[in-house]
């Protein structure tokens, strides 16, 4: 191949495997949105958390990341039941000021938290490093672990939700709430299965996104923006849409940043909105209603 | 008959994904009657109503509205123009008062003008009292009369009633077809549909039937009754609509 | 009609006597009490520069400036449940309109106030278009992005900017001229809402928030009347920026754009009572006192206590002091309050 499609090819196998990270973020925010119609603020913030968890679990004791995540992801799922039980159930079926304000509220507490205990340094988690150079096409060995443990995931959910009786139950009461409970379906317990899981998977995402960048208390905003393009761009609700939507941020990110300079790249998110936002007001996150 | 139609309709259809829920759909409505809407679950009757009242777009076909073609007109100005409509479960803005229920619905621009009219339709249907209560806390019946009352705040010329009678008890029964019929006498033509097929039939002086979206029959209640085609719609699904629902 | 009356007027009177207990008789202030405290308010509020230091007045300025916010964020938000996280755009870009005309053009503050507050209703005009189209949710994330990427074109257009640099403005700012100017703008604010809220505009506006669809069914012109309320209420952010860019003499992106000018709008006007008149009013005054002394208190804990103080006004008076004042009947259920 030329050189420069080699560089392209590369730019765009960097791309996508972020992209697979990202998913985990949009597809738990898309999932609570669903369950629940509450756009909640604090996700990010919930990421932020992980990759914190991540962070120290590595720093203090040496654990590997892989290994913290798995126990990071299913604290965070308790931590996240916790959170709907006593907060954000109170806000289920209210007008939408209540639960952006709460969610912004919760968001505020998290970072204020993270600053005070563990100051406002960058950190980051050197596990892997190096990179594989397959056909003169060189992949960056943590992202592309990063990439295969989030492909697993979003696989694993995705399984759930199609087949598990569990995961029907999810989704027709994303469908439906009024129906669902008709149906026999336990509501409330939903819910609190739904936010846990949410919030497993964005603090899932940030351990593995501790592994490829640096991280600080106020990066849940970043993501959490990055999240709402990526549903903008896929479809509120749509978990295929979430997950394309996710890989083709990662890609255009990537392309922006080899372009131009990381901080263009950072704001691709906020033009995708924009663009989708011009292009389509009515349609934009598919038709719901 | 050589009376101008106050609402056409012609090659009306609107599709939702691969369904075609109102399929080239014509009729004509003359004014000063009562109209009902038949058909079975599904057939395209609130569709067909949500079209005619701006709330959906049609994706082809023309609306015509006392003489003036309205098709894809914003539901206020389809309702400036004198079409009403109530909703199959009423639509009340339930944080607010009965009385600013009325008044934001109020034709006149005139707030003295409104009010006495709010107070003369209050009066009307007795809920004075509950002038001053949210909306929210009425019963169930007394908001399908707010609505209604609301409506007619608008001053409409055609009415569309979204099964008025659909959970109300006997008496309220009686009082909305008093209602309609003191309207009719003042000049106000009626686009009705309900579950209650014995109701429309005594109510309605013509009837349309629509079935999976198209007009299959248009007549007297009496040839309705004896229609091949509406009887098979009905007896086809296996599911008599003519039973009365069970009240909520 | 004579004939049909009687049947309706018997049998809802039955369904009346069961709802009777429900309607309580409100508690209405008597007139005299109503304007006595009105001017006490308007006393102090005029008088204060002449008898406070300049650290009460600055604060008066702040406070003041954050009834301005609230009011105006009201007047879209409270009363037509379109939640605009837009403040913090238009507040940062009122900042940056005021800066940019005083220090390169040599305008007069007040002039590139009024500028500011102009350009702020016809950007207002140019997003309400697309975006008030969007049902709730997604008119509250649009924005939201919006705002965002005012802050990052603020900081990536260097040109004019100076990006992360930042404006430095010539400090001689008079501050009892910015109090008094802030003053008006609340009080403009403020009576703009209260003249809406009486009026059948005001009416119409609650209708779409409680239901747009039935809203438009019977003649309220949804589209257009929201477009005009959300191109009013962007005005105001825009002036207030432009006073505060002159009066702090420096400004930034990360501070002037930054979604905490939102979020504590949207806060001060919950937790006095979205929706209502007087509501924002005391929620920007009380709610901000607090996190004025506070933020003196405990400077680095303050976005955690701000953040349990939005989360405790949420979950414990979703309806703000003034929804609480009406239900236990302390001040009448007027859409005038």
Known sequence: MEGWALTLVQVAISGVLLGAVYALLAIGLNLIFGVMRIINIAHGDLLMLGAYATFWLFTLWGVNPLLALVAVSPGMFLLGVALQRVLVDRVVGQPLLSSLLLTFGLSSLLTGLALNLWTANYRSVPAFSGSLVVGGVAVSIPRLIAFSVALAITAAVYLFLTRAKLGKAVRATAQNAEVALVCGIDVARIRLLVFGLGTA???????????????????????????????????????????LGA?????????????????????????????????RPGGLFGTSE | MAVEPILRVS????????VVAVDQLAFALTPNRIWGLIGPNGSGKTTLFNLLSGVLRPDSGTIELFGRDVTGWPSHRINALGLGRTFQLTRLFRQMTVYENLLVAARQADAAAARARADELLAFVGLTPLRD??????????????ELMRLLMTEPRLILLDEPFAGVNPVMENRLIGLIHELLARGVTFLITDHEMRLILTLCERVLVLDYGKLIAEGEPAAIQRDERVIAAYLGRRRTDATPEPAP | MAEIVETPREAAAEETAALAPRVRPAFAPPRALVLGV???????????????TAYVVRLGFILLLWVALASSWNLLSGYTGYVSFG????FGLGAYTGALLITRLGWPWWLAGLAAGGLGMLVGLAVGWPTLRLRGPYFAVALLGLSEVARIVATVWEPLTRGGLGITLPPTAD??????????LAVAATALVWAVARSRLGLRLLA???DETAAEVVGVPTTRLKLLVFMLSAGFPGIAGALYAWETSFIDPGTVFSVTWSVRTIASAMFGGAGTVVGPVVGALGLNLLAEVLWVRFPFLHPVLFGALIIVIVVFMPGGLMGLAQRRGWLPRSRAW
């Open chain 2, 133 to 146: 209560e949210y909306a929210g806390n009425l019963s169930y019946g007394q908001q399908k009369l707010l």
């Open chain 2, 11 to 18: 090659g009306l259809t609107r599709r939702f994904g691969g």
């Open chain 1, 201 to 243: 998977l964005a603090a899932a995402a940030g351990a593995l996104l501790a592994v490829i960048y640096t991280i600080y208390p106020e990066m849940g905003r970043a993501f959490l923006m990055k999240a709402f393009a990526i549903i903008v761009l896929g479809g509120l609700g749509s978990f295929q849409g979430a997950f």
């Open chain 3, 175 to 184: 501050l009892v001229a910015d109090y008094y100017a802030m003053l008006a």
């Open chain 3, 208 to 210: 779409i928030r409680e």
């Open chain 1, 247 to 279: 890989l083709a941020l990662g890609v255009a990110e990537a392309f922006a940043g080899y372009i131009w300079n990381t901080q263009i790249a950072e704001a691709v998110a906020y033009v995708v909105f924009i663009g989708v936002l011009l292009v």
């Open chain 3, 87 to 90: 403040h913090a755009g238009f």
């Open chain 3, 38 to 52: 009105l001017a006490a308010v308007a006393l102090v509020a005029v008088a204060l520069p002449f008898v406070a």
